[in-house]
């Protein structure tokens, strides 16, 4: 309600060209309330009332405007406007930016973004997608070992405005290799003993991750030691950048979304639900949704194979929801653990034998629960005790098979290489499914004979 009763006044001052007023409505406010209050404006108005700030401020106001917006903001405004953005924007939220811009429009904003800039954009561009270097900053606190505490402290004054984080400060030599890292407590700290060196001051045991390493890794590896960030290096230990917090937020949320949209049988979005469209979402529900319904297929034709046991013991029929739904949800539910495990890195490969033995002990006690629970509907339903037992030894075998399918296909997926997620909830019931009518209808034919 308070961004649009705003509204009026913001319009007025771009009216009037009211530059005073508009410099001090985008300093006076904190980036976030300043981007929440130009929400109803539209783009046009909206960069127009950011020229009016200084680049620092007006790319932090920027950055708290929605993904779309921003893109269609550099898509549409004055190429020397933009590429002035682009250059004070980190690099690695440059990059990804640009590329859902043509890449014509992205040559024209880059031929006017400062070489080093534009240099370090181009770099971030090599790296694969999902790669630590794909989501690295380049805008890291470097230090010469040489340096001396006062001088550290008069040349990251000089830094800091640009820098995204100064959390930690990496100590590199004359040809940029990694050499330790100095905390910023622990150079404020020793203030009182300012000729002291950075060499003196470093830590040489120091974790760095790769450029090539899969991104997923790197936020097990900064959310495990508990890191604000973490350096990116070379083969040979070059310093390239440092992946921050916020940027392994990222990824856990992205990795979760794709995790949980596998999991319900949906092939990844590339993109958020709102911005898919409709016709992209169609193919990416459908594919999996034809892959079980060709599961549901084999569940009719195993039916159909034991058509005459059905017709001539019809009450066998009226368990088979029951019979089926107990293996498909006790399946479901070890799946699910088990990708969460592994997303966390809780459950490794390596503990396949534990893991299988505990969801087959889990499964056994589960199984004598449900078996206990279906004795007394069988009871009522079947024509003798000796039938009734058919549908609790059923329902405790499913339940058996059901943990024991839910705990060794994620492990046996991620062994081939495949993302354990594929292995969701739909396929795993699916499978179990067609093992429940099996054990069903065999068990039944052993008692009934």
Not at 49 to 75: K, N
Not at 381 to 399: C, D, M, R
Request: one cysteine or more; hydrophobic letters at 50%; charged letters at 20%.
């Amino acid at each position: 309600m308070i961004n649009t009763l705003f509204l009026p006044e913001l319009r007025e001052m771009l009216a009037v060209g009211n530059a005073q007023e508009l410099r001090e409505f985008c300093t006076a406010l904190h980036p976030s309330r300043a981007a929440e209050f130009m929400e109803g404006l539209a783009n046009e108005e909206a960069w127009s009332v950011l020229q009016h700030a200084d680049t620092h401020q007006r790319a932090e106001i920027f950055s708290y405007f929605e993904y779309d917006r921003q893109v269609a903001m550099l898509q549409a405004e004055d190429d020397r406007q933009v590429a002035d953005l682009v250059t004070h924007i980190p690099a690695d939220d440059a990059v990804d930016l640009l590329s859902e811009l043509p890449d014509k429009r992205v040559e024209q904003i880059l031929a006017l973004v400062p070489a080093p800039d534009r240099r370090d954009i181009r770099r971030l561009q090599t790296f694969e997608e999902g790669t630590a270097g794909s989501i690295m900053t380049t805008e890291a606190a470097c230090l010469d070992e040489k340096l001396t505490v006062r001088q550290a402290l008069e040349t990251l004054s000089r830094q800091a405005e640009r820098l995204e984080t100064i959390y930690y400060i990496y100590v590199v030599d004359d040809t940029n290799h990694l050499r330790g890292v100095v905390s910023t407590r622990m150079l404020v700290s020793s203030f009182g003993k300012p000729d002291r060196t950075i060499a003196d001051l470093m830590d040489t045991d120091i974790l760095t991750v790769d450029a090539s390493d899969d991104q997923q890794e790197v936020a097990r590896i900064v959310a495990k030691y508990d890191l604000l960030a973490i350096p990116v290096v070379d083969a040979q230990r070059h310093m390239l950048g440092i992946i921050t917090h916020d940027d392994v937020m990222d990824v856990f949320m992205e990795e979760a979304t794709e995790d949980v949209q596998r999991i319900a049988a949906v092939e990844p979005l590339e993109d958020s639900y709102m911005r898919t469209p409709i016709l992209t979402l169609t193919w990416k529900r459908g594919m999996w949704l034809g892959i079980l319904f060709f599961a549901g297929i084999l569940t009719a034709l195993a039916l159909r194979s034991y058509e005459l046991e059905f017709e001539q013991f019809g009450w066998l029929v009226w368990f088979i929801p029951l019979v089926i739904g107990s293996g498909g949800n006790s399946g479901a539910q070890t799946s699910t653990l088990i990708i969460a495990g592994m997303a966390t890195g809780d459950v490794k490969i390596s503990n396949w034998a534990q893991i299988v033995t505990r969801e087959v002990a889990t499964g056994a006690l589960l199984g004598i629960f449900l078996a206990t629970l279906s004795l007394a509907p069988a009871l009522m339903l079947a024509p003798s005790v000796l039938a009734a037992l058919i549908v609790p030894l059923t329902i405790f075998l499913v339940v058996l098979c059901g943990t024991f399918s839910g705990s060794i296909l994620p492990l046996v997926s991620q062994r081939l290489g495949w993302d354990p997620a594929m292995m969701s909830n739909p396929f795993v019931a699916g499978l179990n499914d067609i093992t429940g009518i099996v054990i069903y209808v065999n068990i039944a034919k052993v008692f009934l004979r």
